[in-house]
Every structure is written in C-alpha cells, then in structure tokens.
C-alpha cells in the first residue's frame, strides 16, 4: 500500500496566489523528504531536502524564497509555491526513505497549473 | 555532478519478447544503482537497487546488470507483457553517498509492449 500522501493531487490557481502542497508520511515517521519537480517528457530534478526540525537544503539554482518549504512534524512536509507564476506550472512529487537511505518511496504527484 | 543517459525515449517490443533498458552516467561510479518505474501522471515506483560491487540482480521477470567499467546499468524485462508499459528511470544518488542524499534521475526510456 501507499506509504506516502500528498495533497492536492491536482491545483489551478491564478498567477500571482500561493499554492501549498503537503506531503505525508503514513505511519512511519520521516525525518527526511525529498522535493522533486517534472516538466512533461523531463526527468525528475530534486529542489530541496526537507529535514524535519530545521532548515531546507536547496539545490543549485532553486529559489528558497519562491519555494517555502515546512517540515514541522515528523509525517508532515509542505511545500509552499510562493506568487506563482506559469512557468511553475508542473508535477510537484515527494519522497522519503523508508527503512534505511537507499531507495525511495514516492508520493503520487501534485500537478500544479498556474494561469 | 552526475549526469545520466538512457537510451531512447521510446522503445517498442513485442509481447513476450526480452526487453533491454540501457542506462549510461558520467563522472564517478556510484556505491549503487536504482531503476524505478513511472507510469502517467503518478509517481515513481521504486523496482530495483544494484550495488557496484554486484554485477547482477533479479527480481522475477525484472534483472539488472551494473557494469561501472562500462559506467552502464541495462534493466532487462524478460517475457514482456502489455502492462508492463510505462517509463522505467535510472537513478543515482546525487552525493557521493554514506548520508541522506536525493536522487538524481534520468529522462527515462518510454517503454511500450504491443500485443
């Protein structure tokens, strides 16, 4: 079964809104969660690592301010799309480890679309 | 940092045939190799994690070589069926592993089995 949730699975908003997206763990506890972003027929490129209790790590060339990410509880983080704008029109995914650092586990995907 | 290399983006076989998935990467060989499964609009699936000190792997119809001489990982289907359709993705840790690193993944090759 589906050990990682995200909500919503799918958002319209107008350009210039914030979107939150969030991103659980079930039953199991993640101190750790990956943010990853798909633009059609493109491969997945890591954002962030989200680190429950303190501060994201973000990949070169994401910006921190534009792409908030939350991980405040040990099931829980979100990722906030701050003043979005069409060009962040894409497929938001998750993930985190599940019994040790190797493989992952995703979240079903959040498909963002920004008019 | 890493960058991966998979075949083509679309490969077609027949039903019941062998299907071979090519994955190249650059710049220094990982401690492991993951292939995950995508189909449209959801997240990855993860299938299968080969070590650099294994040559092979299997999961029932599913084997994965992993040659860091070549710098190439092949994913074979063997006795394709329809459903195993989707896009298969190649995958590396982005760091140069031992900690909770993200991954970095592949455009993927399209696969489709036609009847």
């Known amino acids: 079964g589906a050990v990682v949730s995200q909500h919503p699975s799918r958002v319209i908003c107008k350009s210039g809104t914030s979107v939150k997206i969030e991103c659980r763990s079930l039953?199991?506890?993640?101190?750790?969660m990956f943010w990853y972003r798909q633009f059609p027929k493109q491969s997945l490129m890591l954002m962030a690592t989200?680190?429950?209790?303190?501060?994201?790590?973000?990949e070169q060339g994401v910006e921190k301010d534009k792409f908030l990410i939350n991980h405040a509880s040990l099931t829980l983080s979100t990722l906030t799309v701050t003043s979005a704008h069409p060009e962040d029109s894409s497929f938001y995914i998750c993930?985190?480890?599940?019994?040790?650092?190797?493989?992952?586990?995703f979240g079903p995907g959040t498909r963002l679309l920004v008019l | 940092s890493q960058k991966i290399e998979q075949n083509s983006e679309a490969l077609n076989i027949q039903e019941g045939k062998t299907a071979t998935l090519t994955c190249n990467y650059t710049n220094y060989s990982p401690a492991y190799l993951q292939w995950y499964r995508q189909d449209p609009g959801r997240g990855p699936v993860f299938l299968l994690l080969i070590r650099e000190n294994e040559k092979e792997k299997r999961k029932e119809r599913l084997k994965v070589t992993f040659d860091t001489t070549l710098k190439q990982s092949l994913f074979h289907i063997t006795a394709s069926q329809p459903a195993d359709s989707a896009t298969y993705l190649c995958?590396?840790?982005?760091?140069?592993?031992?900690?909770?690193?993200?991954?970095?993944f592949g455009k993927g090759t399209h696969l489709i089995i036609q009847p």
């Open positions: 989200s680190n429950e209790g303190s501060k994201a790590t973000y």
């Open positions: 995958a590396l840790e982005t760091g140069t592993g031992g900690g909770a690193d993200g991954l970095t």
């Open positions: 039953d199991f506890q993640a101190t750790t």
């Open positions: 993930s985190t480890f599940v019994g040790g650092y190797e493989t992952q586990y």
